[in-house]
């Protein structure tokens, strides 16, 4: 299994400084946030996008994925969300990347008239249509376990009916977790569709506050020596959410506490 981190955990970093830490540290790649924010966003000229994946190329590191926010499962109508996920498929080919990150966000919480009957299907479709899309750019479409389809039974409800190649999961383990499904179920739902699995560790459910990895209480052990045992070879990416929480450490005093965890898990796994 390959390595990343996503610059979730560096919030506005250049990139310059970005692909140094995964080289520095070890990492064979990196998750990029996409938002206007961030150094790497949709609206990139083609220079820029040139001198972004040269960058990362010239130092050996891989650009894993584009970690945008379209979400697939909301209401409303279809083009906006579909034109939001073009644009991230256009950019992930740019960049050379495999993969982009879309969100549910459907269910009560986004919609309280929806029922997750109408969200599943408008996901489906939606998903369904951009995979064509991004069949002809050669990148996958990932759905994160995540908000109102957080665990892999969840997902597969959208994915299953798609049924295209390029409509694949990504298994944030967080969400999973949180969800109440043991890693065993979600490997076997997720994995006929699995794109890479997000790592992360908090102190318990009911504080998120990101933690080093093996300093909290996700079953990463579990998870890693189950994707070992059924031979998955794909990758591994530490979502730290910094962004989010102020006041955790910055993630660059922990990247190679991250890299050891992870190499250790790996090899008493092998």
Request: charged letters at 20%; a negative charge; one cysteine or more.
């Amino acid at each position: 299994m390959k390595l990343a981190f996503s610059t979730l955990g560096v919030p506005g970093l250049p990139i310059s400084d970005v692909v140094r830490l995964a080289a520095t540290h070890g990492y064979h790649g990196v998750e990029l946030r996409t938002h206007p924010e961030e150094p790497v966003h949709t609206g990139l000229d083609p220079a820029a996008r040139a001198d972004v994946a040269a960058e990362f190329k010239a130092a050996g590191v891989e650009i894993l994925g584009v970690a945008g926010y379209a979400r697939v499962a909301a209401p409303g109508d279809d083009e906006p969300v579909l034109a939001e996920i073009r644009e991230l498929l256009d950019l992930a080919r740019d960049l050379g990347a495999p993969f982009i990150r879309v969100f549910p966000g459907g269910g009560s919480g986004q919609a309280p008239d929806q029922t997750p009957e109408e969200a599943d299907a408008t996901a489906a479709r939606r998903l369904g249509t951009a995979a064509e899309y991004a069949a002809d750019l050669d990148v996958r479409i990932l759905l994160e376990t995540h908000d109102s389809h957080r665990t892999g039974a969840d997902a597969i409800r959208v994915l299953g009916p798609v049924g295209h190649r390029q409509a694949g999961a990504l298994w944030d383990v967080m969400h999973t977790w949180l969800g109440g499904e043991q890693p065993s179920a979600s490997y076997a739902a997720l994995s006929p569709f699995l794109g890479y699995v997000q790592v992360k560790d908090i102190a318990s459910a009911d504080d998120t506050t990101p933690l080093g990895l093996g300093a909290g209480v996700l079953p990463l052990t579990e998870c890693v020596e189950l994707l070992s045992r059924e031979g998955w070879d794909g990758w591994l990416c530490w979502e730290y959410e910094k962004r989010w929480y102020e006041a955790a450490p910055p993630l660059e005093g922990l990247l190679g506490g991250g890299h050891d965890y992870l190499s250790r898990l790996l090899n008493d796994a092998a």
